[in-house]
């Protein structure tokens, strides 16, 4: 049985990149064991001041559950095997951990790529192009405002 593990922080996303793996009509499916990682966004300041560890935690968990229920119910329909896990620290040594637990797998970064924001790698292989190119937001505001007064 083939192993997957998916990051995942947006449910739209993970979608379009999970659905067209997965065995077209026609075809016979072949179960495979499904690990979907959730990985939410981090709370700011004024908010991670106010709750507890055990309130965040919750929200965390309560937050995975919702991003992933849509393809685990899609996963599960086809008769696979299908385990939701939060993400905590660094995304590589997760990725080794699981890897431990459930043998050899695939790992599919199913994160939405962010402009000018560089992703944590999920494995230690995975290669990280340094993204310098950051443009302040006062910038795009001035830059679309000339163009919208040009037209």
Not at 103 to 125: Q, Y
Request: net charge positive; hydrophobic share 40%.
């Amino acid at each position: 049985m083939e192993t997957f593990i998916v990051y995942i922080d947006d449910k739209q996303y993970a979608l379009q990149q999970v659905i067209p793996m997965l065995p077209a009509n026609g075809q016979r499916p072949q179960a495979a064991n499904w690990v979907l990682i959730g990985c939410p966004p981090r709370l700011n300041r004024h908010t991670g001041r106010w709750l507890t560890h055990a309130a965040q935690k919750k929200w965390r968990q309560e937050w995975t559950q919702e991003t992933t229920s849509e393809l685990s119910q899609l996963l599960q329909s086809g008769g696979n095997t299908v385990n939701v896990r939060v993400a905590h620290g660094a995304l590589s040594e997760l990725t080794k951990q699981i890897r431990g637990e459930v043998g050899p797998a695939r790992v599919i970064d199913a994160r939405r790529p962010k402009m000018a924001v560089n992703l944590d790698p999920v494995t230690s292989e995975q290669p990280q192009e340094k993204s310098t190119w950051a443009v302040p937001s006062g910038v795009l505001a001035m830059s679309a405002a000339i163009v919208m007064a040009s037209e």
